[in-house]
């Protein structure tokens, strides 16, 4: 899980050819033929077979919006969610498992 982890967060520091900063997504008008959405969500599900003790456990959600820009402040924003998982007992105990699947998706998201 951890080198999953580590090629995700490198992923997130790739600048995407054609998706602009929210600052630059032109006049908001959705009409216009070069608008797009502010935000686009990313999201990494890792699933494990799991012990036992996770039966019926549900982690869901999403961790909200981060706005932080590619470089040095996406990396701190990066590290406070490792810190976050280093410090709840069953995230971490996850973290050092081995995922039966792991998918990564990228949509608008408004």
């Excluded at 090629?7 to 008008?29: K, M, N, R, S, T």
């Excluded at 608008?35 to 012990?51: I, T």
């Amino acid at each position: 899980m951890e080198a999953a982890g580590a090629a995700f967060e490198e992923f997130l520091q790739v600048p995407v050819e054609g998706i602009e900063e929210p600052e630059d997504d032109g006049d908001g008008d959705r009409q216009d033929p070069h608008w797009q959405s502010r935000y686009w969500k990313v999201e990494f599900r890792a699933c494990f077979a799991g012990d036992p003790a996770w039966a019926g456990l549900h982690i869901g959600g999403d961790s909200g919006f981060d706005h932080a820009a590619i470089g040095v402040p996406r990396a701190e924003a990066l590290a406070a969610t490792r810190r976050l998982i280093d410090q709840d007992p069953l995230l971490s105990a996850m973290w050092r498992d081995t995922p039966i699947d792991i998918e990564v998706t990228s949509d608008q998201a408004g």
